[in-house]
């Protein structure tokens, strides 16, 4: 029984309608992150539907390019590093955490989030993360569901152009 079911499990888990699957849904929610111009596109019913300045890394390394998989999400996110309480006015992370798989990490590691140094807001500044007022993402906060598929990349394509080539617009 399980060498049989095996193989619909893993054709399951793969496939483009499993929400951890290799590629967005089409139609469905979308980040993409334009490390080349500091802005991230939030594209769903095939069509961006907003464009925002965003904060990325201090060098280009430090922003890892690819397309992972939203896996965490948190209100008023703790400050591991600096043992600062969520909802601290002294809290980097601002008001909201949406964290992402990048290098095989948990969500813990990379992710969109608010911050309290809204003037960082379209520079290379962040150890890694993007970094967006904390208006924006607690606005995306709820219509960004886990699984979804997060595009950083550094491109002069636009955001539209993107979504296409990834699939999220038909």
């Known amino acids: 029984m399980i060498k049989i079911l ?3 499990l893993i054709t399951f888990f793969l496939s483009p309608f499993w929400p951890l699957g290799p590629n967005p849904m089409p139609g469905g929610p979308f980040v993409i992150v334009n490390k080349s111009n500091n802005e991230m596109a939030f594209i769903d019913e095939n069509k961006v539907q907003t464009v925002v300045s965003v904060g ?3 060098t280009q390394e430090l922003t890892p390019e690819g397309l992972f998989t939203i896996t965490v999400k948190a209100k008023d996110p703790y ?5 600062i ?3 601290d006015p002294k809290n980097p992370l601002g008001a909201r955490w949406i964290g992402f798989d990048a290098k ?3 969500g813990r590691t990379y992710g ?5 140094q809204p003037a960082s807001i379209g ?7 993007i970094r967006t007022q904390n208006e924006v993402v607690s606005s995306l906060y709820p219509i960004i569901p886990l699984g979804t598929k997060v595009l950083v990349i550094s491109s002069s394509k636009s955001f539209e152009g993107l979504a ?4 999220a617009i038909k």
Request: charged share 20%; net charge positive.
């Open 164 to 167: 296409k080539a990834s699939g």
């Open 6 to 8: 095996s193989p619909i």
């Open 104 to 106: 095989g990490t948990d």
């Open 112 to 116: 969109i989030h608010g911050t309290n």
């Open 85 to 87: 309480a969520g909802g």
């Open 123 to 129: 520079k290379y500044v962040s150890q890694g993360c």
């Open 79 to 83: 400050f591991r590093k600096g043992n």
């Open 56 to 58: 990325t890394g201090k």
